[in-house]
């Protein structure tokens, strides 16, 4: 298979970068300085994650907010033109989350819908004719951190000023870019659509300024300390968003939308597991696929598990019975042995509070 190369391909490779492939794409996972360095200076400073490999279906029209209504779980009338919103897109056989979705909704009848890598295609096909993947290549930028803002600011003041969950059709030195006020590491701050003959340009200027690349290993640590769900992982075939933890990113009084009614069934019945947050003490992390036990029996399974550099100890989501409560203490299953873990409430780690600008 010919993996797909993001604009800034050559510049990752200038700096040293490891690449692996991922959704189809060859992206880097770190850069020399390392994940753990990486994943720190999100935390405490800035660093940019170079997204390519996201999708972006364009919608239009006078009837796009309608089919986009129809679509997905949430209802964009409760932010507006302007902002963006996470959302589900459900099949409607069984409510599985088909994908979890970002639409930047950047004027009256124009949306970017950004759904992961791999599901680009379904997501299309689910809003019918008209919504297309984004023809013109382009490179996505997630400036990330609690400096983000503050460093951003002293090369292009207007985007460093976008608030969060808000959209923006920008200009930098004559590029016509797009930037919201979204990312996946739990910190502020913003990710910019910019052309892809011009990405090299943004990409020197945001390090000149003083970010720090970070490869998709610091941005998954990341998101997991934040709790936040991976698609494949916490979401995917046969999960559903009840059974994520995430029942706010469906509004029942907006009308029908994919996969509504089986939905509402679960809700009237009650979800069978649902996702918990796991810490173990010590060094050796919680991974995937290892099983979690209750009482001594088989109970669920780690979705996703690491160390957290943060916290200093291992930290996992699970799917586990809803009988478990925050405050238990479970066991997991590592390599035969079983380890104690609480069950705590996510967020593993808080956001650090931005620096003023």
Not at 34 to 40: Q, Y
Not at 263 to 276: H, N, P, S, T, W
């Amino acid at each position: 298979m010919t993996l797909r190369t993001s604009p800034l391909d050559a510049a990752h490779r200038a700096l040293g970068a490891k690449l692996v492939e991922f959704g189809g794409w060859d992206m880097p996972l770190s850069y020399p300085s390392g994940t753990l360095a990486e994943h720190r200076a999100c935390r405490t400073d800035a660093v940019v994650f170079d997204v390519s490999h996201l999708g972006t279906v364009r919608i239009g029209g006078p009837d796009a907010l309608e089919r986009l209504q129809r679509a997905f779980t949430n209802d964009l009338n409760k932010v507006g033109p302007g902002r963006a919103q996470y959302t589900h897109l459900l099949s409607p056989n069984d409510a599985s989350v088909v994908d979890d979705i970002i639409v930047w909704w950047i004027d009256d009848e124009s949306f970017d819908v950004m759904p992961n890598a791999s599901n680009t295609s379904g997501v299309s096909n689910a809003l019918g004719e008209g919504a297309v993947d984004v023809p013109d290549p382009r490179a996505v930028l997630a400036l990330q951190g609690p400096a983000a803002r503050r460093k951003l600011h002293a090369i292009w003041p207007e985007a460093a000023a976008i608030g969060r969950f808000h959209v923006q059709r920008m200009t930098w030195n004559d590029i016509d870019c797009v930037v919201a006020g979204t990312g996946y590491t739990g910190e502020d701050g913003l990710e910019i659509a910019v052309p892809a003959e011009s990405a090299t340009q943004l990409w020197d200027a945001v390090l000149a300024a003083g970010f720090q690349p970070a490869g998709l290993g610091a941005r998954d640590t990341l998101r997991l300390e934040a709790a936040l769900p991976l698609h494949g992982h916490e979401l995917g075939q046969g999960i559903t968003t009840l059974q994520a933890g995430l029942g706010w990113v469906v509004s029942w009084d907006k009308g029908d939308f994919l996969g509504r009614d089986v939905l509402a069934k679960e809700k009237e019945d009650g979800v069978r597991r649902r996702l918990r947050a796991l810490t173990i003490e010590g060094r050796r992390p919680p991974r995937a696929d290892q099983i979690v036990l209750v009482d001594g029996a088989e109970a669920g399974v780690i979705t996703s598990g690491n160390f957290s550099p943060t916290l200093e100890k291992g930290i996992a989501l699970a799917f586990l019975p809803p009988s478990v409560e925050i405050g238990d203490t479970v066991q997991i299953d590592v390599r035969g042995e079983p380890v104690d873990a609480q069950v705590v409430k996510p967020p593993f780690v808080a956001a650090t509070p931005a620096q003023p600008l």
